[in-house]
């Protein structure tokens, strides 16, 4: 008969094996789009020296083995830290520069609408931003269309998706 009491089923099991495993996984994952990042992003992040050092030696090193070395002792080095305020810095970093492909591509759409349709979408862009300015788009408009026809340069093309990118800015209405 066994005693109930060598039963603790109230204290909490430690982490398995498997989850220590997909835990060093994902900081070793995170030290690796860290090394890839550019050093402006970078300066973005709290890292810590020790780490820093070991991220920018991670780029001069060319051999594959040697990085998959540096890159453990990466992993080795975010297991030592608290790694939370480093995943949350380059989570912002990333969700901005979402943003801002998701802006730029924004910007393409109305320019390459305006473009196509003419007027009807200049209409539609002014029904949902009415601080443009209704003849300064169909002036780049004009100028669009005599440039296609000469074959020039798109110059006003250009000069129309700047002028959008201004309108279109968060914080520009």
Known sequence: ??????????EPQGKSKSQLKREMTA???LGTQL?????????????PEKLAEAIKLARTINSNSGLRRQ???IGRLMREIDADP?????DLLISGKQ???QQFHNVEVWRDNIIANGESAIETFLADHPNAERQRLRQ???????????NQPPKS????????RELLEPGAE
């Open 27 to 29: 900081l070793q994952s």
């Open 35 to 47: 090394v890839r990042l550019s050093n402006k992003e970078l300066s973005h992040i709290p890292l």
């Open 1 to 10: 008969m066994q005693n109930d009491d060598q039963f603790e089923y109230d």
């Open 71 to 73: 890159m453990q002792y």
């Open 140 to 150: 780049l408009l004009l100028n669009i269309k005599k440039e296609q026809d000469k």
């Open 86 to 90: 480093i995943q949350h810095a380059y």
């Open 99 to 101: 943003a801002s492909t």
């Open 157 to 164: 093309a250009r000069l129309l998706y700047r002028y959008l």
